[in-house]
């Protein structure tokens, strides 16, 4: 089913951007490859609607009187309300053995905007994130608030400079999160990562978080409802969330890669951890710590179950659950 475009309304200023030079990232994917099944209920999106307005416009308010020391705790359990208002829940699956302990160059696949909030909700960092993201009604306000770093996608010649400054916010032992991609995928596709800004993670000897993000519906499969692509609007985007139900955003944390000495060969290894097939077969091998945040209470599970139980949301209840090692 195609995205849903209000009759009538012409494209805001926040559709991806197109290409206008050889390098620049682009994206096939299209309104055709979204779906949009409208299955909350009029009163619950109406009640989504304001919640979700209150939360972003009260956001810098509460921001501002937040001593800085605390700021982290207010973005995360801002965007994990946001989420809920969304009705969007959280499915995190820790693989590190060692977290990092001061900064990391956070590298994730791009769906849409909602895996900014998503992140954060896991673990709050700052973005680079498009140039008129600050424009943007609403959501402009807040990306100034948490210093989103902008990279201006068809100015190529900004990107060192951009690059320079990722590199200044990680030797301040700071997380940074970057969608290498350059652009948005529906989803079910996804384009290869660009090199340019693990040269920041390098230069500061930064190690990078590769987060495997992906979202499903109620039946456990790939959901393309968060997926901003196209000539889909910002306006589009949100209604079409708001409309949904039962989305779930799977977060993998996978394990740390150490920097080392060449952009490429880094990039290499996060595309693995990112990508590759057998990761997804070791998946229930690895001493796992789960938790679920977003549209209800963030929950402690207990690690190494098999997590093919539940496909959909991975609630296992505690007499189904199976330890991975003697799953069949």
């Known amino acids: 089913m195609p995205a849903f475009l209000a009759p009538g309304s012409a494209p805001l200023s926040c559709p991806p951007a197109a290409p206008v030079h050889a390098w620049m990232p682009s994206s096939p994917c299209g309104p055709d490859c979204v ?16 919640s979700f307005a209150a939360v972003l416009s009260t956001f810098p308010a509460a921001y501002l009187a937040t001593p800085r020391r605390w700021r982290s705790a207010v973005n995360r359990n801002y965007a994990r309300t946001l989420l809920s208002c969304c009705g969007i829940r959280i499915r995190v699956v820790d693989e590190r053995e060692v977290p990092a302990d001061h900064g990391a ?10 895996d900014i909030a998503v992140l954060v909700a896991v673990e709050p960092m700052a973005f680079v994130a498009r140039a008129d993201l600050v424009d943007w009604p609403l959501l402009g306000n807040v990306a100034r608030m948490v210093r989103v770093i902008p990279l201006e996608r068809e100015n190529l010649r900004a990107l060192p400079s951009v690059v320079g400054t990722v590199a200044a916010r990680l030797a301040k032992g700071e997380r940074v999160g970057v969608f290498p991609e350059g652009t948005t995928w529906c989803g079910r596709a ?14 500061t000897d930064t190690p990078v978080q590769p987060v495997r993000l992906r979202y499903l519906d109620r039946s456990g499969e790939l959901s393309t409802v968060p997926g901003f692509v196209g000539i889909d609007t910002l306006t589009d985007s949100i209604r079409r969330v708001l409309r949904s139900r039962g989305v779930v955003a799977e977060v993998v944390l996978r394990p740390l890669e150490m920097p080392g000495t060449d952009r490429h060969e880094l990039t290499r290894r996060v595309e693995r951890a990112l990508h590759d097939a057998d990761a997804d077969q070791e998946f ?22 098999d997590v093919q139980t539940d496909p959909v949301l991975g609630q296992v209840p505690s007499d189904a659950r199976i330890p991975a090692q003697s799953a069949s």
């Open 284 to 305: 229930a091998a690895w001493p796992i710590h789960v938790r679920e945040a977003g549209a209800g209470q963030l929950r402690e599970a207990d690690p190494v179950y």
């Open 105 to 114: 160059l956070v590298i994730a696949d791009h769906v849409g905007w909602t």
């Open 35 to 50: 779906d949009a099944p409208a299955e909350a209920g009029t009163l619950r999106v109406a009640a989504r609607i304001l």
């Open 190 to 203: 996804r384009g290869r990562l660009r090199p340019a800004f693990f040269q920041a993670a390098i230069d």
